[in-house]
């Protein structure tokens, strides 16, 4: 089984800080048969391009960085990917997460490969049923029909309703958990600073792979990732 975890990166207002995070913890286990890929759109430094290209595990989208060109960046990557990359999966997440590799991997072999998978924190906007942009799974079949219709998909500023409001409008494919039996329990929002508590972290240590937290909170407690990271690692 190949799974690629899709982050979404940015070095503007403090996501720099945010993706460095990502690297220096969760991004820096290796598990075989698993990549890591950053999407940026217009970066400083790097030249911008008419297509979309890849730098090491950096891929570029030619739009600029902004909420409004998420869904584009988010395409343009899964695009490179099917052009460039062998997979069953992607976990695209964003770089406010936290991401157990090993569990993860374990989570996929324990769903098995399988055709029109769209798992994830289960959410709803203007009526529209839809997997939480912080991480959702999505098999390879699912990107390929979302790359193939992306002219005709109409694009709202969130992207993860997009893609939310596509899968379940035209293709008939609600969200589902993204947990499997064993893997129930996947994610955590630590939207606040009272839901900080290593002991929530630690309780059930072999069923989280997924743990959230916006730039709000990661900008007044900077350390969380890594204290995130050093209480699994401990325990594992």
């Not at 995070?21 to 991004?27: E, K, L, Q, V, Y």
């Not at 400083?44 to 902004?66: H, L, M, R, V």
Request: charged content about 20%.
């Amino acid at each position: 089984m190949k799974i690629i975890v899709l982050c979404l990166a940015n070095d503007e207002n403090g996501y720099d800080q945010m993706v460095k995070a990502c690297r220096n913890t969760w991004g820096s286990i290796s598990a075989e048969g698993l990549k890591i890929y950053y999407i940026y759109g217009h970066r400083n430094g790097i030249e911008k391009q008419d297509q979309t290209f890849a730098i090491e595990d950096c891929i570029y989208s030619p739009t600029p960085e902004g909420r409004h060109n998420l869904f584009i960046k988010t395409i343009n990557a899964f695009e490179w990917l099917l052009n460039n990359e062998e997979f069953d999966y992607i976990l695209r997440c964003n770089c406010g997460s936290y991401v157990d590799l090993k569990i993860l991997q374990q989570a996929c072999i324990d769903r098995g490969i399988r055709d029109n998978i769209y798992a994830g924190e289960q959410c709803e906007f203007s009526g529209i049923k839809y997997a939480s942009g912080a991480a959702f799974l999505i098999s390879h079949n699912l990107v390929k029909d979302i790359v193939s219709d992306k002219h005709q998909i109409s694009y709202i500023e969130m992207d993860d309703v997009t893609i939310g409001r596509y899968l379940t409008q035209y293709k008939n494919i609600l969200p589902i958990p993204i947990g499997t039996e064993k893997y129930k329990a996947t994610h955590i929002n630590l939207y606040d600073e009272n839901l900080y508590d290593p002991h929530k972290i630690t309780q059930n240590l072999d069923h989280y792979f997924h743990y959230y937290f916006n730039q709000r909170i990661v900008g007044k407690n900077s350390n969380l990732p890594y204290v995130i990271h050093q209480i699994k690692q401990k325990i594992k």
